[in-house]
């Protein structure tokens, strides 16, 4: 059993797939699945690849939900392997994808793949569906082909998200929603001068400083039962400045909100743009809504995720709403109970990413443990 999983793991972290380039992860994974009974739909739009792969077409649908594009290696001296040669060394499997999340793919496939063997006329329908555009800018990916299924009307129920989640052991924590992303470019509009003549100009610098203050000390929200408050970043600020005795004419700064389910992108943009009115701001400001924020719904899938959890690995697990977006947004809205879990989450995006081994066969037990409980 392990064995399996270990050898595709290392399979598909040996492809280079940076994103949005699969390398040949998905063609791996319909292959080893064909026999199976699963139907693959490649879908591939723009640069971006993504399958589809489905057994049965009976009600209800539970779905795997993957990425096999990874982040660019980094800097090569400072891994101690290869990061597209997957090495074992001290217990842990070292190589990028390895915790985000090929290894989740790999656990899932061969859970798949036992269940059907050993669950023949199990109810309902499996399908994994994998993007290589998760890392990137996710356009072409997890959102278009639930447009797709969306249209022709195949609709999800379960939906399981294998990304590492955990943070000091496995399964201490899953994600049962995400926070929503709002980016916005300001720019702040005054007039270019001599610094010796500052009343013929105006200094954006200055004129935002009051503003600025205010917006860092807002409570955009209080949170919920489920989700921290709202939060806002600065994340950049830049004024023209091109000779130090020159007032900038223009200031352009650059921010981030991390929102709760308390608030929507329109109020929180209302808000920011409401508090630069009254503090006499000339602006222009362009927003860019990056993720909705969702919150699974309803309790059963949570329970029997974080019982497969109780029973394999002995731990409760932590349900949490914390951390960067994930594809989960685009399966959420459609009504489907979305879940995470995955590995340990130590080591991703950085160089010498790593799972140990007993990770990988214990992630494998769980999944499998929670396609019992959901299709027989
Ligand atoms: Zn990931």
Redesign the pocket.
């Known amino acids: 059993m392990c064995d399996q999983t270990l050898e595709l793991a290392k399979e598909l972290i040996a492809l280079p797939s940076v994103t949005p380039v699969d390398a040949g992860c998905q063609r791996l994974v319909s292959d080893r699945l064909s026999s199976s009974g699963f139907i693959a739909e490649h879908m591939r739009f723009g640069q971006v690849d993504n399958l589809w792969l489905r057994r049965h077409e009976r009600e209800p649908l539970f779905v795997f939900l993957g ?1 096999t594009d990874v982040v660019p290696a980094g800097p090569l001296q400072d891994w101690l392997f290869d990061p597209f040669d997957p090495t074992e060394r001290d217990g842990l499997l070292y190589g990028r994808g390895s915790a ?2 090929k290894s989740s793919i790999a656990a899932f496939v061969i859970a798949a793949d036992e269940f059907v063997a050993q669950h023949p006329s199990h109810r309902g329908s499996i399908a994994i569906l994998l993007t290589s555009d ?1 890392e990137g800018p996710a356009r072409d990916g997890t959102r278009k082909v639930i447009e797709k299924l969306t249209a022709r009307e195949e609709h999800i129920d379960y939906c399981l998200v294998g ?1 590492p989640t955990s943070h000091s052991r496995l399964g201490d924590t899953i994600k049962i929603g995400r926070r929503g992303s709002l980016l916005g470019e300001l720019k702040v509009v005054g007039v270019q001068g001599h610094v010796a003549y500052p009343h013929r100009a105006r200094n954006p610098v200055h004129e935002f400083a009051p503003a600025l203050a205010e917006l860092t000390r807002t409570t955009w929200d209080e949170g919920n039962s489920r989700f921290p408050p709202t939060s806002l970043q600065i994340t950049g600020m830049t004024a023209d400045g091109i000779a130090e005795n020159m007032i900038p004419g223009a200031l352009s700064v650059s921010f981030n909100f991390r929102h709760s389910t308390a608030s929507t992108s329109n109020t929180l943009m209302r808000k920011f743009e409401e508090t630069l009115v009254r503090h006499g701001v000339n602006y222009e400001v362009d927003w860019r809504v990056s993720g909705i924020p969702y919150l699974t719904d309803g309790n059963e899938m949570i329970d029997v995720v974080s019982q497969a959890i109780h029973h394999e690995l002995g731990i409760r697990t932590e349900s949490s709403t914390t951390g960067g977006t994930s594809d989960g947004r685009f399966v959420a809205p459609t009504g489907a109970q979305v879940v995470e879990l995955g590995p340990l989450n130590q080591t991703i995006h950085k160089v010498n990413e790593c799972i140990a081994l007993d990770d990988l066969e214990k992630l494998h037990k769980v999944y499998y443990r929670i396609l019992v409980s959901i299709l027989t």
Do not use: A, S
């Open positions: 990425h985000d999340m998760e990304e």
